[in-house]
C-alpha cells in the first residue's frame, strides 16, 4: 500500500542512484550475515578456548554469548545499514545527501533499512507493537498462573520466567522503543525539518531492535530467564541461556537507544525551522528532548550493570561473587541509577503527547506551559538523585534512605504541577470527547492513582511494608499502562490521521478506550490491596483467602486483551480502507497540522517560518507558522504549482462570516487556493452567482488566491467533475444543521468521499450564520430606512443597485412611536414593522444578497445614524411613500447620514402584498 | 511531486558544517557523555568492591598472601605515549587549518602508531601481570576498566584510520570541512583524559 | 471561579468523595497489628491515604465536571478563551503539595527513627535465609528451629545471612521487612506486642521456589518462651537419638 505520492529518484546536482533493491535482496544478505556471524562465533570461541588453554571447551555459555553477539551484528550488517559508510571508509566518492534508500512507494520499502523518519517511525511502532503482543501474551500466562491458588499451569522456574520475561520485553522492547518511533515521525514535522539529523544513524537505531526483539522472544524458550526483568544478582548468576540472551538483547536495544537519543538531540538543537525558539516549541519537542537526554545519560549504566554480571556468569569474575571480594549490593545501585530514571524516559514523551492531545481537543492555550516545559526538566534531574528509592529495605548504608526519601518526595511537586495544569487547560474549554481526548483524560485519572501509590512507596517507613509486594506490581502498572501505555494509545489515535493519511474508526476507538478502562482499573486496583495485606510479588502460590480476588483479577484482565483486539483490528483496518483524511482533521496548530496526510517525501514544501506559540487557540489571527510568508518574513518561494487546491462546496453560506473565516485560517498558512463549487438545485443561480461575487471579492481584496462557479443539476456529478478538473488536495463540504439539511439527510458528506477518493471535511453552518455576512471593505453595505414604506419596492431598488458589484444589505425600520409606554397598539405597531422589514430582508436573501436589519425605536435620522456608524453602510436608500410629502424626511435623513450618500426611492402605495 | 528536488533544494541541503553548530560534533560530544557514563558505571563498581567490600584494603592480598602488584612504572611510560598521542592528533588537525596536507597525513600516522604502542605494551603487561580477572574483584574490577578502556582505544584507532584514508584516497577534509576528523580526535582526547583519571586512579592512588 | 461552577462540581465532589471514603473506611487494608512498630507506621499510612483519598477525589470530580459541562458537540467550531494560566493559582497547587509533603517527609522521618531505637534489652537470633528455607539459631546455644519462637513484649533483633541469593524477611502484621545478603549480615529489630503465629514471608525473587519459600513466627508468652527454649537446649545436649529440630516447613 503506497503511502505517498509517487516521487522519482532525486534529480539535480546530487547523485543519480539506480532503482534501490527489493526488500527480499536486503533479507537474503541479512540471513547470509546472522548464519556467518554464528559460524565465526562457534570459530573464534573454540579456538579462544583451546589455544589458550581455557577450562571447559564446550562451556556453553560462552558459545551461546559469542555466537548471538555476532549473529546480530551479521544482520544489522548483512540488512545494510553499513553499506553506506563501507563506502565511505574505502575512500570512495559519497553523497552526503544520498535519498536513494528514502521513503516508501511500496510495503517492501518497509521491511529494508529506509533513511525516511517517517518510514522508521513506522518500522519502530510496527515492531514495537508485535512486542507489545508478545508482552502481553506473557501477562495472560502469568495471569492464568494466578487465576487459581498453587502451581497451576508451570512450575516454579517457566512461571518466573514469564513474568521476567513480560516486564522486559514491555520496558525494553515496547514503551521505550515506541516513544521513539512515534517522536521519529512526529517530531522532525512538529520542527519544520525534513529529516532527522542523521538518517543513517536513525536507519540503524531501529534494525538494532530486531537482534534484541529476536533474542528476548527465543529467551522463553532456551530456558532459565527468570531472574525478574531487574536480574538481581546473585540470583542471574544462577541462570543459564535466557540469561545470556537478556543480557545482550539489553546491550543491542540499549545502543538502539543511545543512538535514537542522540539523533534527537541534534535534530531538536539544530534543525528547528526558523523562528522556533525553545518557547514556542510544542511540548511534545520540549518531553522528547529531555527524554533523550536521559536515556544518553543514564542507559551507559545498565549496560555496564549487564557487562558485569555476563563477566561473572560467563568468565567466572567475581563482581557480585562474594567469595572474590564481590559486592552484590553494587549491582543494585548501578542498575536502578539507570533503571530509575528509565521510568522517566518511558513517562515524559506520553507528557508531552498529553500537554498536545488536550490543548487540541480543548480548544484552548495549554495552562501554564512555562511550568510544564520547567517540570519536566525538573524530574528529569531530580530523577538521577533518587535511584537507591527501590533499595529502601536492600541493606544499603542506612544513612542513604533519608535523602533518597526526601528527593523522592519531591518530584511529586513538579508531576503535580503537571496534572493541575492539564485539569486548567480542560477547564472552560471547548471539550471534544474523540478518542484521543478520552485516552488523554482517563491517563489523567490513572496516572494521579500511580503518582499517589508512588509517594506511599517513597514513604520509607510504608514502603518498608508495601515494597516487594502486591502494591508495588498495582503502582507499577498504574504508572506503566495507566500511564505511559494510555499516552501511547492516545498519541497513535491523535496522530493516526497524519500517518496513514485515513480516518480510524471512532466508535472502534470508543469502545477500545472504555473496555480497557475499565478492565484495567478492575485488575490492577484490588492489587493495591492485595500488597497491603500481605500478599509478595513474584509468586505463583498464594494464600487461600486470595484467591478470589486472584480469580477476578485474571478474569477482569481480559478486558484488556479485548480492548487491545479491537484496536489492532481497528487500526488496520482504517489503514486499508479508512475514509481518507484531511490535512488537519482535529484543526491543531502545530507544524505537523499544516502537512498533507501523510506528508509528502521531504515534509515541507517550503521552509516554515514559526511565528509565534503553539498553542494560540482562542486568539482570533494568531499563528504559529506560515509555510509561504510573505518577504517581509524572509518566507521561501511557494510557486503557483506547489499550491494545493481546497474545494469549497457550499451554497447558501458562500460570502458569510463563518465560512470566510474558515477560508481566511486555512488561507493562513499559504499553501492552499480555494475553488468553490455552488450546486444549485432550486434554479436560483442568479442569487448564488451574487453571493459567489461577494465572497471572491472580499478573499481577493485579502490576497487569498479563489475561484469557482455555480452549477445547476446533480451535486454528485458536479463535485466529481471538478475533482477530475481541479485535482483537489481536499474537499471543504458546508452544510446546515443535521435536521434542517437536505444534504445530510442524503447522506452527502459519505457520498462526496466515495465519489471524489479525497479528504472531505465537513463544515455545519446554521441558516442564520450562513446569512451573517462578512465585514469586508470590498462589499458595499446599502442601507434601507423606511417605515410604511418598507416593501417589495424598495427590494428590488436595493437589487437594481446589486447588479453594480457585490453588496449586502441593512434593513432599518424607525418606529417613532406617539408617547411614551408600552400599549397594545404600539406592540401591534412594532409588530407589523418588523414583518415588513423581514419580508423584504428574505427578499434580499431570496436573491443571493445578503441582508439583515431591524426595528429600530427612533426617527429616520436615528436609523441613519444606526447605519453609517454600527452597520458599516456605504450609501442609504431612504424610501417614502409616493405623494405623501415626506420631503422632510429625506432632509433629516441626509443630513444624518453625512458623509455617507443618500438616496430617495419613491414607493407606491400598495397594500403590503408580499 | 514533479519538483522535489527543488523543495529539497529549498529547504538547505548544506552540509552540517554551515549551520552554527556542527551537528557531527555535536553528536560525539553527547556521544562521549554516554561514554563517560558507561566508564562511571565501571568505576562505581571499583570504588564499591574497594571501599565497602574491602574497607580500602587494598590491593588486596592473592592466593600467596601477597598484595597485587601493579607496573606504575611502566604504565606511567605508557601513559605518557598516550598523552603525546592527543598532541599529534591536534597537530594534525592544525595543519589542516593551514592547508598542509602532508603535515595532517604524517600527525594522523603518528597518532596511530602511537596509539597502537601503547595497545601493545598494554597486552604485553596483560600478559606479565601475574593475575587473571578471575582473580578477586580486584582482578575482575583491574581488568574490566583497563580492557574497556583498550577497546576504545582500539575503536578510536579504527576512527582515525577512516579519516586517514579518506585523506588518502578521496582527498576529503579541507580547512572548512572537517568534520569527521574533529570528531575522531574528540574521541581520541576523550580516550586519553579517561586514562589518565584511570591511571591515577586505579594504580597510583 | 464562576459560582455557576460551584454547586454542581461540589455535588459531584460529594458523590467522588463518598464512594473513596467508602472504599478507604470499608475495607480492611492492612493486616493485623502485632508489634510496636505496627501502629506508628499504621498511622502514616491513614495520614498518606487521607490525603491521597482528598486529592483524587478532586482531581476526579474536575474531571468528571469538565467532561461534562465544557463538552460541546462535534460541529462546534469555536475555541475556549485564550487563557495561558494563572499565576496565584500555580503559587498556591504548588505550595499545598510541597506543605503536604514536608509533613510526610518529617512524620516518617520521625517513625523510621521511632521504629529502629535499639533497646537495652533484647533477644538475638540468627537467621540463615537458603534457598528456599529459613532456619534460625539461638546464640549462646545449640539450638537450630524451622519456626522463629520469640517472648513477646522484649525487641528482637535478627541477624541474617544467606549462603547464595538474595532473600527478604517479612512478617506484614510485624511491617518490617529486610533483604538478606550474601557477604554481609542485616539486621532488623522489632517489639513484638502480640502472642500468635504469623506468616514469614520471603519479599525476594530468590528462584524457583520463592514463592513456597515460607516460615512461621510464633511470638510466646515469655514463660512459655523459657520454657521452650530450655527444652529444646536439652534437646540438642541429650545424644543423637533426638535429631536436632527439623528444617522449616513451610506454611502460613
Known amino acids: 500500500m503506497a503511502t505517498y505520492q509517487p516521487t522519482h529518484a532525486h534529480t539535480g546536482h546530487h547523485h543519480v542512484h539506480g532503482p534501490t533493491r527489493s526488500a527480499w535482496d536486503y533479507w537474503k544478505r541479512a540471513i547470509v550475515g546472522v548464519i556467518t556471524g554464528v559460524v565465526l562465533g562457534f570459530i573464534i570461541t573454540f579456538l579462544a578456548r583451546w589455544l589458550f588453554g581455557f577450562d571447559g571447551l564446550w562451556a556453553s555459555q560462552v558459545y551461546w554469548s559469542v555466537c548471538a553477539t555476532l549473529a546480530g551484528l551479521g544482520f544489522i550488517i548483512g540488512i545494510g545499514c553499513f553499506d553506506w559508510w563501507w563506502d565511505y571508509l574505502r575512500g570512495r566518492k559519497v553523497d552526503y545527501e544520498d535519498h536513494s534508500l528514502h521513503g516508501a512507494r511500496s510495503i517492501g520499502d518497509y521491511f529494508r533499512p529506509n533513511t525516511d523518519h517517517k518510514v522508521i517511525g513506522i518500522q519502530y511502532l510496527v515492531l514495537t507493537f508485535g512486542m507489545f503482543i508478545v508482552g502481553g501474551i506473557l501477562a495472560e500466562l502469568v495471569r492464568l498462573e494466578l487465576a487459581f491458588p498453587g502451581q497451576t499451569i508451570a512450575d516454579g522456574e517457566t512461571y518466573n520466567g514469564f513474568f521476567s520475561g513480560h516486564a522486559t520485553v514491555m520496558i525494553f522492547g515496547f514503551v521505550i522503543p515506541v516513544f521513539g518511533g512515534l517522536a521519529n515521525y512526529i517530531l522532525p514535522i512538529m520542527i519544520g525539518a525534513k529529516d532527522m539529523a542523521f538518517p543513517r544513524l536513525n536507519a540503524l537505531s531501529f534494525w538494532l531492535l530486531v537482534p534484541a526483539g529476536v533474542m528476548l522472544g527465543l529467551a522463553q524458550f532456551v530456558g532459565a530467564f527468570s531472574a525478574g526483568w531487574t536480574a538481581y544478582t546473585p540470583l542471574a548468576l544462577q541462570g543459564t541461556t535466557g540469561q545470556t540472551l537478556f543480557e545482550i538483547a539489553v546491550q543491542f536495544a540499549g545502543a538502539s537507544s543511545i543512538a535514537t537519543a542522540l539523533n534527537f538531540l541534534v535534530t531538536v538543537m539544530t534543525m528547528r525551522a526558523p523562528g522556533m525558539t525553545v518557547w514556542r516549541m510544542p511540548l511534545f519537542v520540549w518531553a522528547q528532548s529531555v527524554t533523550a537526554g536521559l536515556v544518553v545519560f543514564g542507559t551507559p549504566f545498565i549496560a555496564g550493570s549487564q557487562f558485569m554480571t555476563w563477566f561473572d556468569r560467563v568468565m567466572g569474575t567475581n563482581f557480585f561473587n562474594v567469595g572474590g571480594g564481590g559486592d552484590v549490593l553494587m549491582y543494585q545501585h548501578v542498575f536502578w541509577f539507570y533503571s530509575h530514571p528509565a521510568v522517566y524516559i518511558m513517562m515524559l514523551p506520553g507528557f508531552g503527547i498529553i500537554s498536545d492531545v488536550i490543548s487540541t481537543f480543548a480548544r484552548k492555550p495549554l495552562f501554564g506551559y512555562r511550568a510544564l516545559a520547567f517540570s519536566t526538566v525538573a524530574i528529569a534531574v531530580l530523577g538521577f538523585g533518587v535511584w537507591a528509592h527501590h533499595m529502601f529495605v536492600s541493606g544499603m548504608p542506612g544513612w542513604l534512605r533519608f535523602p533518597m526519601m526526601i528527593m523522592t518526595i519531591v518530584i511529586a511537586v513538579p508531576t503535580g504541577v503537571k496534572v493541575f495544569s492539564w485539569l486548567g487547560t480542560m477547564w472552560g474549554g471547548k471539550i471534544h470527547l474523540k478518542t484521543p481526548m478520552l485516552w488523554a483524560m482517563g491517563f489523567v485519572f490513572t496516572f494521579v492513582i500511580g503518582g499517589l501509590s508512588g509517594v506511599f512507596l517513597g514513604t520509607l517507613p510504608a514502603d518498608i511494608q508495601l515494597t516487594d509486594t502486591y502494591y508495588v506490581v498495582a503502582h507499577i502498572h498504574y504508572v506503566f499502562f495507566g500511564g505511559s501505555v494510555f499516552t501511547i494509545f492516545a498519541g497513535l489515535y491523535y496522530w493516526f490521521p497524519k500517518m496513514t493519511g485515513r480516518m480510524y474508526n471512532e466508535r472502534l476507538g470508543q469502545i477500545h478506550f472504555w473496555l480497557t478502562f475499565v478492565g484495567f482499573n478492575a485488575t490492577f486496583f484490588p492489587m493495591h490491596w492485595l500488597g497491603a495485606v500481605g500478599m509478595p510479588r513474584r509468586v505463583a502460590d498464594y494464600d487461600e483467602r486470595f484467591a478470589d480476588l486472584n480469580l477476578f483479577i485474571s478474569i477482569a484482565s481480559l478486558g484488556m486483551v479485548i480492548g487491545t483486539a479491537i484496536f489492532f483490528y481497528n487500526a488496520i483496518n482504517s489503514w486499508i480502507r479508512g475514509p481518507k483524511a484531511p490535512w488537519n482533521p482535529w484543526r491543531g496548530r502545530s507544524l505537523e497540522w499544516l502537512v498533507s496526510s501523510p506528508p509528502s517525501l521531504f515534509n515541507f514544501d517550503a521552509v516554515p517560518q514559526v511565528v509565534g506559540g503553539p498553542y494560540q487557540y482562542g486568539l482570533p489571527g494568531a499563528r504559529h507558522a506560515v509555510i509561504f510568508a510573505g518577504e517581509d518574513l524572509g518566507g521561501g518561494e511557494l510557486t503557483e504549482v506547489d499550491r494545493r487546491t481546497m474545494l469549497v462546496v457550499a451554497n447558501e453560506s458562500v460570502g458569510s462570516q463563518a465560512l470566510t473565516d474558515r477560508v481566511r485560517q486555512l488561507a493562513a498558512s499559504g499553501v492552499w487556493r480555494f475553488t468553490f463549487l455552488m450546486p444549485v438545485e432550486d434554479g436560483n443561480n442568479r442569487a448564488a452567482e451574487r453571493r459567489l461575487q461577494s465572497a471572491l471579492s472580499v478573499l481577493a481584496a485579502e490576497g487569498i488566491d479563489a475561484n469557482g462557479s455555480v452549477v445547476s443539476g446533480d451535486p454528485l456529478s458536479a463535485i466529481r467533475t471538478a475533482v477530475a478538473d481541479d485535482d483537489p488536495q481536499q474537499i471543504l463540504l458546508v452544510t446546515q444543521p443535521r435536521g434542517a439539511s437536505p444534504w445530510l439527510d442524503r447522506d452527502m458528506v459519505d457520498r462526496v468521499r466515495k465519489a471524489s477518493n479525497r479528504a472531505v471535511t465537513h463544515m455545519v453552518i446554521s441558516g442564520d450564520d450562513a446569512r451573517t455576512p462578512t465585514r469586508s471593505s470590498a462589499v458595499q453595505t446599502i442601507a434601507v430606512v423606511a417605515n410604511d414604506a418598507m416593501g417589495e419596492g424598495l427590494a428590488t431598488a436595493v437589487q437594481e443597485r446589486a447588479d453594480g458589484g457585490p453588496v449586502s444589505a441593512v434593513v432599518l425600520c424607525p418606529l417613532s412611536l406617539d408617547g411614551p409606554g408600552w400599549t397594545d397598539d404600539a406592540e401591534s405597531v412594532r409588530d407589523a414593522a418588523a414583518e415588513r422589514a423581514r419580508a423584504v430582508i428574505a427578499s434580499l436573501q431570496e436573491a443571493g444578497i445578503p441582508a439583515r436589519g431591524e426595528v429600530i425605536d427612533g426617527d429616520p435620522a436615528e436609523a441613519a445614524r444606526i447605519a453609517r456608524d454600527s452597520y458599516g453602510a456605504t450609501s442609504v436608500l431612504v424610501g417614502t411613500i409616493a405623494g405623501r410629502g415626506d420631503a422632510d424626511i429625506v432632509e433629516a435623513v441626509t443630513a444624518a447620514a453625512q458623509p455617507v450618500p443618500v438616496e430617495h426611492v419613491f414607493v407606491e402605495a400598495a397594500p403590503p402584498a408580499l | 511531486m514533479a519538483a522535489d528536488h527543488a523543495h529539497a533544494h529549498a529547504l538547505g541541503h548544506a552540509p552540517a558544517d554551515k549551520k552554527p553548530i556542527s551537528q557531527g560534533v555535536l553528536a560525539m560530544v553527547l556521544f562521549l557523555g554516554s561514554e563517560a557514563m558507561l566508564f562511571a558505571s565501571l568505576f562505581t563498581a571499583y570504588f564499591m568492591v574497594r571501599y565497602n567490600v574491602a574497607q580500602n584494603h587494598w590491593p588486596p592480598l592473592n592466593s600467596s598472601g601477597e598484595p597485587f602488584e601493579l607496573p606504575k612504572v611502566g604504565t606511567g611510560v605508557n601513559t605518557a605515549f598516550l598523552v603525546f598521542s592527543s598532541f599529534t592528533v591536534w597537530w594534525a588537525e592544525h595543519r589542516l587549518k593551514h592547508g598542509d596536507r602532508k603535515g595532517l597525513e604524517r600527525g594522523l600516522l603518528v597518532t596511530m602508531l602511537l596509539g597502537l604502542t601503547f595497545l601493545v605494551i598494554q597486552i604485553n603487561e596483560y600478559v606479565h601481570l601475574g593475575f587473571t580477572p578471575q582473580d578477586q574483584a580486584f582482578g575482575s574490577t583491574f581488568y574490566t576498566l583497563t580492557g574497556f578502556h583498550g577497546l576504545h582505544v582500539f575503536v578510536g584507532l579504527v576512527l582515525l584510520l577512516i579519516c586517514y584514508l579518506r585523506v588518502k584516497r578521496a582527498r576529503d577534509f579541507t580547512p572548512t570541512f572537517s568534520t569527521p576528523l574533529v570528531a575522531a580526535s574528540l574521541y581520541w582526547h576523550f580516550v586519553d583524559v579517561v586514562w589518565v583519571a584511570l591511571y591515577i586512579l586505579v594504580y597510583l592512588v | ?252
Not at chain 3, 469538565?66 to 475556549?80: I, N
Not at chain 3, 478563551?81 to 514536608?102: F, S
Not at chain 3, 546455644?141 to 520469640?150: F, K, P
Not at chain 3, 515460607?214 to 535429631?243: C, F, H, S, T
Open chain 3, 1 to 252: 471561579m464562576k459560582s455557576r461552577h460551584a454547586l454542581p462540581l461540589a455535588l459531584i465532589t460529594i458523590v467522588v468523595g463518598a464512594l473513596t471514603a467508602a472504599s478507604m473506611l470499608l475495607i480492611d487494608w492492612y493486616p493485623d497489628q502485632a508489634s510496636e512498630q505496627a501502629p506508628r507506621v499504621d498511622h502514616l499510612l491513614w495520614f498518606l491515604m487521607i490525603c491521597s483519598a482528598v486529592i483524587f477525589t478532586g482531581v476526579t470530580a474536575v474531571l468528571i465536571y469538565c467532561a461534562w459541562r465544557f463538552r460541546v458537540p462535534e460541529d462546534d467550531e469555536s475555541e475556549g478563551p485564550p487563557n495561558h494560566g494563572n499565576t496565584r493559582l500555580e503559587i498556591i497547587w504548588t505550595v499545598i503539595p510541597i506543605l503536604l509533603l514536608v509533613v510526610v517527609a518529617v512524620w516518617a522521618v520521625k517513625v523510621q527513627l521511632d521504629n529502629e531505637a535499639v533497646a537495652a534489652d533484647q533477644t538475638a537470633i540468627s537467621v540463615t535465609a537458603r534457598q528456599f528455607v529459613w532456619e534460625f539459631d539461638y546464640p549462646g546455644t545449640n539450638v537450630q528451629s524451622g519456626d522463629l519462637r520469640v517472648p513477646v513484649g522484649k525487641q528482637v533483633r535478627l541477624d541474617m545471612r544467606s549462603p547464595d541469593v538474595i532473600h527478604s524477611f517479612w512478617v506484614p502484621e510485624i511491617r518490617f521487612k529486610q533483604d538478606v545478603v550474601p557477604g554481609r549480615t542485616t539486621h532488623m529489630i522489632f517489639d513484638p506486642t502480640k502472642v500468635g503465629t504469623y506468616p514469614i514471608i520471603c519479599a525476594e525473587l530468590c528462584g524457583a521456589g520463592h514463592g513456597l519459600m515460607r516460615g512461621r513466627l510464633i511470638v510466646m508468652p515469655q514463660a512459655e518462651y523459657d520454657a521452650w527454649l530450655n527444652q529444646a537446649k536439652q534437646q540438642v545436649a541429650a545424644p543423637p537419638a533426638n535429631a536436632p529440630a527439623p528444617a522449616a516447613t513451610p506454611g502460613g
